[in-house]
């Protein structure tokens, strides 16, 4: 006798899991804070390693029955010291912001002072919002990008940085964006860092993967501590993860937990553990390299049809397009919907400067981590850039966007990620 739970499968929740599966391995994912799991961290991601409580740490639980769990997170944080090349790990944060909220409570206290990047210019939520505990917290004061009219314009100020250093004497400086396409040096963040005696935070969220993967500047040896989501370019399980100096690493234990969080998620933990190890593969450093490589065409393709790229470019997996120049009235909201018309999602974001709302924006944030996932290469980002533009320029005639969706159905026949029982079912293992 096993289990004696329902037998009925839920028909409504698997038709849901398989319309969303479906979705996405026809449609072009451009989202750049997406990706596509493996279906080894999907079965992982659903395992019985849901059911335990194993609040705190290894060898040092609140319950009972958490030797096997011991394991499995002294294995993830093993392999993620190993991925990093790292003094110290935590895998316990949910999420990218709980990884940050914990790294902020172990750090600093409420009141004081933190330098992070403007959430206008490409900075997150998590870096000060008013509308986010951060924000609420503690008091982020902003640095921004240098000015589009500059040649090599919209790069991180670091004059300014270091000339705001100065003046407010910061406890902490976080380094790191969410809709930044430029490599973030570290280097010149710790002399600042070291010149006014602050700590450094940087928040690897969106990069993560092409750090592991080699082709972006570690901030592992500058940073006191780096947090990420290991979903984004590291293609892991939805959560977060910290890495930081051995000295402090007791003080994040504590911020996360009991500080932040109760019980970890072991299952996800898990997975991150799968994702790490994926990570650390000669193909991982191929698929990181490759993420750019694609980045760098579907910018050119973006560029030769008009569209002007903040910064002018990308040294990373995305593209954040200023549309004012393609189309002085196309707003990143309405290309946003003319585009998911056409088969292709993507999000709407401010761009330095932006006279529209963050609702409203007159950009456009694109990513190549999760279709260089599905096997797309330079080839075909060279025609996602055209069709984009052809979407948005024939956004008011309906049977051209049906076409292009056409189009992208086809294309995406031949590149998508799921196969098999995950195309399927949508969830590895489900059976019905
Ligand atoms: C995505 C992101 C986060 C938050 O991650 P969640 O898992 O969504 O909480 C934090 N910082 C940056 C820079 C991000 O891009």
């Known amino acids: 006798m096993s ?33 596509f799991a493996s279906p080894q961290v999907l079965a992982v991601t659903g395992s019985v390693l849901t059911n335990k409580y194993s609040e705190g740490y290894p060898s040092k639980r609140y319950y ?14 093993r392999r ?35 330098l992070a990047m403007s959430l206008d210019q490409g900075g997150h939520l998590t870096h000060g919002s008013p509308a986010n505990a951060t924000g609420q917290l503690y008091r982020f004061v902003p640095y921004g990008v240098t000015p589009a009219s500059l040649d090599g314009g919209e790069r991180i100020d670091m004059d300014q940085v270091r000339d705001i250093a100065l003046k ?24 600042i860092a070291d010149e006014v005696g602050a700590l450094l935070m940087f928040d690897a969220a969106h990069i993560a993967g092409l750090v592991a993967g080699g082709v972006h500047p570690s901030p592992v040896p500058f940073a006191d501590v780096m947090t990420f989501t290991t979903h984004k370019t590291l293609r892991g399980p939805r959560a977060g993860a910290i890495v930081c100096k051995e000295e402090i690493g007791t003080k994040i234990d504590k911020a996360i ?3 932040l969080q ?57 593209i954040l397009v200023d549309l004012r120049d393609f189309d002085a009235e196309l707003s990143g909201k309405e290309a946003q919907l003319c585009l998911e018309r056409a088969g292709i999602v993507c999000n709407r974001n401010q761009i330095p400067g932006d006279p529209r709302s963050p609702f409203v ?8 981590a999760a279709q260089t996932t599905a096997g797309m290469g330079p080839e075909q980002m060279e025609v996602i850039g055209s069709m984009i533009a052809s979407a948005l320029r024939n956004r008011a005639d309906d049977e051209a966007v049906a076409k292009i969706n056409q189009e992208v159905g086809n294309l995406c026949s031949e590149f998508h990620p799921y196969e098999g029982v995950v195309a399927q079912r949508g969830a590895a293992g489900v059976t019905d």
Do not use: C
Not at 87 to 109: F, R
Not at 175 to 180: H, I, L, N, V
Not at 361 to 367: A, N
């Open 361 to 368: 924006t007159s950009g456009l944030r694109l990513g190549t």
């Open 64 to 77: 009972g029955g958490n030797a096997v769990i011991d394991e499995v997170e002294t294995l993830a944080i």
């Open 262 to 318: 109760g019980g970890p998620l072991e299952h996800v933990i898990a997975a991150k553990a799968v994702a790490f190890k994926e990570a650390s593969t000669p193909e991982f450093k191929e698929y990181a390299a490759q993420i750019v490589t694609n980045a760098k065409a579907l910018a050119e393709s973006l560029a030769s049809s008009g569209f002007r790229l903040v910064s002018g470019g990308t040294d990373n997996h995305l």
């Open 3 to 35: 289990g004696n739970w329902p037998n009925a499968v839920d028909k409504e929740v698997l038709d849901l899991i398989r319309e969303e599966a479906e979705r996405q391995n026809s449609n072009i994912q451009l989202i750049a804070s997406e990706n």
């Open 80 to 114: 993620l010291i190993d991925l990093m090349g790292a003094e110290y790990a935590n895998v316990q944060p949910h999420s990218g912001a709980n990884a940050n909220l914990g790294a902020y409570l172990a750090l600093i206290k409420p009141g004081d002072t933190v």
């Open 168 to 191: 407010e004497r910061p406890k902490l400086i976080v380094a790191g964006a969410t809709a930044y396409s430029r490599i973030i040096d570290p280097e010149p963040f710790r002399r």
């Open 257 to 259: 937990f009991p500080g």
